[in-house]
Each structure stands twice: as structure tokens, then as C-alpha cells.
């Protein structure tokens, strides 16, 4: 495997990882925020402050940047450095499955279905919003997951 791909994908962990820390800010200060109130409740949400509704936004923000990242920039490298060649997505998934890297092809197209319905549907249908920004928010160690088992696999072939 030629050092270049290599390269572009310690790059690439370098962007991701800013992405990665940013999340794990901002889960914690969802968790914080939790403390004081349930945020996913229709009434309280509904009175939230600017700055605690932009944390959220920030939140889902990385949460779907990290997991576009894996799956486009991140996934699809990884199994060539690692000398196995795919073209599909359904391919790629199903390695990277099979890898470890993530627990289940189910589990990673539930998150996306998800994040997807909130760039999509927030903040018309709020209660449903509300419990996809809980799913997102109660996801954030299995994302964290996937990203430090692609990190964990890359170093394999360092």
C-alpha cells in the first residue's frame, strides 16, 4: 500500500478528530444541561435559552459530520490500506462490519436513518425531533465507538 493513502488518511483521522473532540464537548454539556432539566420534553425544549438550543444544534451538527466522515471519507480508505478492495457502500459496510470497526451494519444505518430524519424534519414534528435528538444524544458512545475502532484498525497497518 503506497505511503500516500496512508498519509491522507492520518489526515484525514487529523480532521476527524477535531470533529470527535468537539462532540464529546458538546455531549458534555448536554449532559450538564440534563442535570438542570429534561431538554426533551416539548415544553421545556420549548423554553430553552438561545445559547442551550445552539449547543444542541452544535451537537447534531458534529454527531453528523463524524458519522459522514466514517462512512465517506474514513470507511472506504481504511479497507484498502488494508488491502481489501470494494466499490459499493453495501461492500464497504459489510468489511467494515465483519473488521469490527463497527458492531452491527443495522446499528450504523439505524444512526443514519435517524440523523437524517433531523436535518430533514427539525423542528416541524417536535416530538419526534426531539426523540431522534435523544437517540443522537444517547448515541454518542456508540459513535464514539466506531471512531476509535477505525482509529484502533488504522494503526494496524501503520
Known sequence: MSINKKEILQKRFSKLDKHYRALKEYNALIEELLKEKNIYEQFTFNTLKAQERAILDAYLKRFAS??????????PLL???AGIHTK??????????????????????ELREVRNELEHDYPEELE????????????????????????NFFK???
Open 88 to 109: 459499493k457502500m453495501s461492500e464497504i459496510l459489510s468489511h467494515i462490519e465483519r473488521e469490527g470497526v463497527i458492531d452491527t451494519l443495522e446499528n450504523w444505518v
Open 128 to 151: 419526534e425531533a426531539l426523540s431522534d435528538l435523544k437517540y443522537c444524544v444517547d448515541s454518542f458512545e456508540k459513535i464514539e465507538y466506531y471512531y476509535l475502532n477505525s482509529l
Open 66 to 75: 463524524l458519522q459522514d466522515f466514517l462512512g465517506a471519507k474514513i470507511f
Open 79 to 81: 479497507l484498502e490500506v
Open 156 to 158: 494496524k497497518y501503520l
